[in-house]
């Protein structure tokens, strides 16, 4: 008999922001929320499941502590920033209902499975790698000692690691995630400064051929081979957005970088531009225009870019696979299609220094992004920067990514360039992009020509003000 099974994003903090299918807590410039996905997936396995997303429906341990009461397992997602506070939240729902099998999902105990349980004797059992199937076969009943790909406590409180699951290949074998926020989350809540609102964002495939050191969910959950839906599949996906959640503006399409396989991108876009659908996505700078131009045709709107450093050297120090002079082409032709662009940039990534940050921030004005993301680097467990920033001394090996309020902390530390210094560049960073005559013209034109996004852009900017002031208050 099927588990009474509850999937839940975990209470956090004030500004609480998932991130890419709530991998990567923090709090950001402006308020944001993205779909619960890793949880909604497997959550589309369990016949009677529930999912509740605390942070996004502001929701406390009050609110939903009831929801224990008749489950009998319970699947937290977590992550290293949050992971303390889940752990709470694993420990207060044993406390509500001992009965509970409680297991925990996510990178961060995917890559320290034995570490994870030994925090608190309120995990039972971790999720390493792909867990889709992991977790239905524990909500079917099976026993914990016959499941591949987890680590569990057995009844002497020995933790023991079984073999690994194989990574699904055939990726149609998954359901929808659509009907599992149709039935369980209220859409409206999730929005993104750069998405039209109300959104909805899934995943046509997983995996990144892309190598970056400091890129968290390849390295531990996803892999390097992209592995994907076929069209069918994912049109079927966006044929129910259409039909059952007409409300929807924008389809985003979370798959790391959409834009890996080309030949299928286009085809995709084809089928959607058969639906007129307005959708954006992830995509790497390189993309040729003739597949832009494609895509521009049949409904893309925005593309979501990780430029990440406008330095060259610091592009080959993290194996970005990119070179300055295609990404700057890239943007233009952008530009000239009228696709948007929302750009992410890192600070602090090896090799930074004085005159490097001053060089990315130059490309970021040169190339002008619509709007921008600006991170500091963050050595997640599991990656290939976390190793490398261990073995050069760059920083203590913690994992207190954030701090209590969920702002983010400059980790990465190094001689030439304190980390004091780099976090400081983060906001000099926004100022010098967005204070400029120019931009400032762009965007309160586009809030004279829609009342709504006048409302939006001041709310924004109220938020993004005091985002630089938390940010002053943790330095």
């Not at 495939?205 to 994907?228: D, E, I, M």
């Amino acid at each position: 008999m099927t588990m009474r099974t509850l999937f839940l994003q975990g209470p956090s903090f004030d500004g609480y922001d998932g991130g890419a299918g709530a991998r990567y807590q923090m709090k950001r410039e402006v308020r944001s929320f993205w779909y619960p996905t890793w949880l909604a997936q497997p959550a589309a396995m369990v016949e009677g499941s529930k999912l509740i997303d605390a942070p996004a429906h502001d929701l406390s341990w009050d609110d939903i502590a009831h929801e224990a009461d008749d489950r009998d397992l319970a699947i937290l997602h977590t992550s290293t920033p949050s992971f303390r506070q889940d752990v709470r939240t694993a420990e207060l729902l044993k406390e509500r209902n001992p009965k509970i099998v409680v297991g925990m999902i996510g990178a961060k105990v995917a890559v320290e499975a034995e570490k994870s349980l030994a925090a608190s004797t309120a995990i039972d059992f971790v999720a390493r790698n792909e867990f889709d199937f992991t977790i239905k076969e524990v909500a079917d009943g099976k026993p914990l000692a016959e499941v591949q790909g987890i680590s569990y406590r057995d009844a002497n409180g020995t933790i023991v690691h079984n073999p690994d699951r194989a990574v699904i290949e055939n990726m149609d074998e998954l359901p929808m995630v659509s009907p599992i926020y149709k039935r369980d989350l209220t859409i409206e809540k999730y929005f993104g400064g750069y998405l039209k609102h109300p959104y909805v964002s899934f995943y046509t495939g997983r995996g990144c051929k892309s190598r970056c050191t400091f890129c968290l969910w390849p390295q531990t959950v996803g892999g390097h081979n992209y592995r994907t839906r076929s069209i069918p599949h994912v049109i079927e996906e966006v044929k129910y957005i259409q039909r059952e959640m007409p409300e929807v503006k924008e389809i985003f399409f979370d798959d790391d970088t959409l834009t890996d396989n080309l030949p299928r991108v286009e085809a995709l876009a084809l089928e959607l531009g058969k639906l007129g659908v307005t959708w954006s996505c992830n995509a790497k700078a390189n993309v040729p225009r003739k597949t832009l131009e494609v895509l521009k045709a049949n409904g893309l709107r925005l593309l979501l870019v990780g430029y990440e450093s406008g330095n060259q050297k610091i592009l080959h120090n993290i194996k970005k696979g990119l070179l300055v002079d295609v990404a700057r082409q890239f943007t233009k032709d952008c530009h000239e299609l009228g696709i948007v662009i929302h750009g992410t940039f890192i600070l602090g990534l090896p090799g930074e220094t004085l005159e490097t940050i001053e060089e990315t921030l130059q490309f970021a004005k040169d190339i002008n992004p619509h709007t921008i993301q600006v991170s500091l680097a963050a050595p997640y467990p599991g990656t290939f920067l976390y190793k490398q920033a261990v073995e050069n001394n760059w920083f203590d090996g913690t994992d207190h990514l954030l701090t209590d309020g969920g702002t983010q902390i400059a980790q990465l530390s190094y001689e030439h360039l304190p980390a004091s210094v780099i976090f400081d560049k983060v906001e000099e960073f926004y100022k010098r992009f967005y204070f400029r005559p120019s931009k400032i013209a762009s965007i309160v034109g586009e809030m004279l020509r829609d009342f709504d996004m006048m409302k939006r852009r001041l709310r924004e900017g109220v938020e993004f003000f005091n985002f630089l002031r938390a940010r002053k208050q943790a330095a």
